[in-house]
């Protein structure tokens, strides 16, 4: 994913700015299993496509709370260590477990303030970052005569 920081960064939004992305906040509200799938594809790095993610999500919603904010959580956990965010306001399941959506939505605004078109998905999104490319290692032909 991105580079590794430390340091606790701050997020690019608190965690009650749904104002800043009211697209992304009608989305989440209506349907916070897209806006998971979403997440969860881009901080994978398209291991798990966004139906994937987003269909065991609402499996999650409609069987049981407590498993989606745990799944949930997790993903913020990555997405955080993965930008050297801090766990703010406090720790990531409490977010999930008693703000779900607000984490959702700040987290759907971090990754695109981070320049990351959510509705591409990951492999599209790499492509236009230049991440999806990769150059074949150049190998030393060892000793020639």
């Known amino acids: 994913m991105a580079s590794r920081n430390v340091s606790g960064a701050s997020w690019s939004t608190g965690l009650c700015d749904c104002c800043d992305d009211v697209g992304g906040c009608f989305l989440t509200w209506c349907f916070p299993c897209i806006t998971f799938g979403r997440i969860a594809e881009i901080v994978d790095e398209g291991e ?6 987003g269909a ?8 049981t709370g407590v498993g989606m904010g745990l799944y949930s959580c997790f993903y ?3 997405l955080r260590t993965a930008y050297g965010l801090a766990e703010k306001p406090c720790a990531d399941c ?23 078109q959510m509705r591409l998905g990951w492999q599209a999104n790499a492509e236009r970052m230049g991440k999806g ?13």
């Open 56 to 63: 065991l999500y609402l499996l999650l919603c409609m069987t």
């Open 94 to 116: 409490c977010v999930h477990f008693f703000c779900g959506a607000c984490a959702l939505c700040q987290e759907y605004r971090e990754l695109k303030s981070r320049g990351f």
């Open 76 to 78: 913020r956990y990555k």
């Open 133 to 145: 490319t990769t150059v074949a290692p150049q190998v030393d032909p060892g000793m020639t005569r």
């Open 48 to 53: 798990i496509p966004c139906c994937a993610s």
